[in-house]
């Protein structure tokens, strides 16, 4: 039987999924707002996507896993590159780097942490539902 311990612990532990979903979305916003971010001259590079890496910890005050960021590390694939002779970044053959951002892929990312966000929240929502029907049973 779930008593009310376990019922604070199954928000904190929702809470820590939110906060890292929240994170993440930060970390979308800012590719998307860059994913036309080029270098304004030869040599630099342009913006580089960044991924959010999660890491499942032990919250031994809760005696549960939960999740949290670990970091967020730049994404290693090749950079585009569009033809722009015109531009001052553009190397001897026209072209330009552009960022490594897919805006689809973002948006499918933006998707899925709102998803996860929304169930996380919902928990929550039923956790307090609970401790109120609870409550008025004790009442």
């Given amino acids: 039987m779930m008593g009310q311990d376990d019922l604070f612990k199954s928000m904190s532990i929702s809470a820590s999924g939110m906060k890292a979903q929240g994170t993440r979305l930060r970390v979308i916003s800012e590719n998307l707002a860059n994913v036309n971010s080029l270098?304004?001259?030869?040599?630099?590079e342009p913006y580089q996507r960044k991924v959010t890496v999660f890491k499942n910890r032990l919250n031994r005050e809760?005696?549960?896993t939960t999740v949290s960021v670990d970091r967020v590390r730049p994404d290693k694939s090749?950079?585009?590159?569009?033809f722009d002779p015109s531009h001052p970044a553009a190397n001897e053959d026209g072209y330009v780097q552009t960022p490594n951002v897919n805006g689809l892929i973002e948006a499918m990312d933006m998707k899925e942490a709102q998803r996860s966000y929304e169930a996380n929240v919902n928990?929550?929502?039923?956790?307090?539902?609970?401790i109120g029907n609870t409550l008025s049973i004790l009442r």
């Fill in 39 to 44: 270098p304004t001259k030869l040599g630099e």
């Fill in 62 to 64: 809760l005696g549960a």
């Fill in 78 to 82: 090749d950079f585009g590159k569009k």
């Fill in 123 to 130: 928990v929550i929502k039923m956790t307090k539902e609970m």
